[in-house]
T-cell receptor, first 112, second 112 residues
Framework: EPEVTQTPSHQVTQMGQEVILRCVPI?????FYWYRQILGQKVEFLVS????????KSEIFDDQFSVERPDGSNFTLKIRSTKLEDSAMYFC??????????FGPGTRLTVL | SQQGEEDPQALSIQEGENATMNCSYK?????LQWYRQNSGRGLVHLIL?????REKHSGRLRVTLDTSKKSSSLLITASRAADTASYFC????????????FGQGTELSVKP
């Protein structure tokens, strides 16, 4: 069964450093999403992406964040200058024209 | 209250018992989805119910939706120790690009 994959599974970085989280959505899916989950809290929407552009973003998704689909398979989330409060689990999700979103296993980002 | 709030926050039952989790939301929705998350892991899609549906079954899962009360319930019958996880409801709203708004989740513990 096709699945969303994410790399790395765990990323440790120093405050102020740039990180790129990578996702490979399910092939032929059209809509892509990033969510995050701070430890012990609920999952929060960050951004949605369709037709090579951002379709919606949350208040969390400020100028420090960017997304890109550099080729036909990868979908990346970049944080330019990480802060301590960016420490969280980041989930990528994708869907086709249907309603069900399929989530990846997540990348645990730890900012020191 | 926030969109997508579950209760109870935590539920502990014996194997073989049924587990019922509730979710309430505030705005009109397109659909409501339930996800499971094992500790520190990814989100697994369980079931989706559309706004024009009242009940749906999938294996040992039964979901109901009451749009007049803006609430949903997830019933897991004949629970197993392997059902131990956190369960989240997530709502999708019309004209919002398919983003999901998650609740705080119910932490289910099934004791053997």
């Amino acid at each position: 069964e096709p699945e969303v994959t994410q790399t790395p599974s765990h990323q440790v970085t120093q405050m102020g450093q740039e990180v790129i989280l990578r996702c490979v959505p399910i092939s032929n899916h059209l809509y892509f999403y990033w969510y995050r989950q701070i430890l012990g809290q609920k999952v929060e929407f960050l951004v949605s992406f369709y037709n090579n552009e951002i379709s919606e973003k949350s208040e969390i998704f400020d100028d420090q964040f960017s997304v890109e689909r550099p080729d036909g398979s990868n979908f990346t989330l970049k944080i330019r200058s990480t802060k301590l409060e960016d420490s969280a689990m980041y989930f990528c999700a994708s869907k086709d024209l249907g309603d069900t979103q399929y989530f990846g296993p997540g990348t645990r980002l730890t900012v020191l | 209250s926030q969109q997508g709030e579950e209760d109870p926050q935590a539920l502990s039952i014996q194997e073989g018992e049924n587990a019922t989790m509730n979710c309430s939301y505030k705005t009109s929705i397109n659909n409501l989805q339930w996800y499971r998350q094992n500790s520190g892991r990814g989100l697994v899609h369980l079931i989706l119910i559309r706004s024009n549906e009242r009940e749906k079954h999938s294996g040992r899962l039964r979901v109901t939706l009451d749009t007049s009360k803006k609430s949903s319930s997830l019933l897991i019958t004949a629970s197993r120790a392997a059902d131990t996880a956190s369960y989240f409801c997530a709502t999708a709203v019309y004209n919002q690009g398919g983003k999901l708004i998650f609740g705080q989740g119910t932490e289910l513990s099934v004791k053997p």
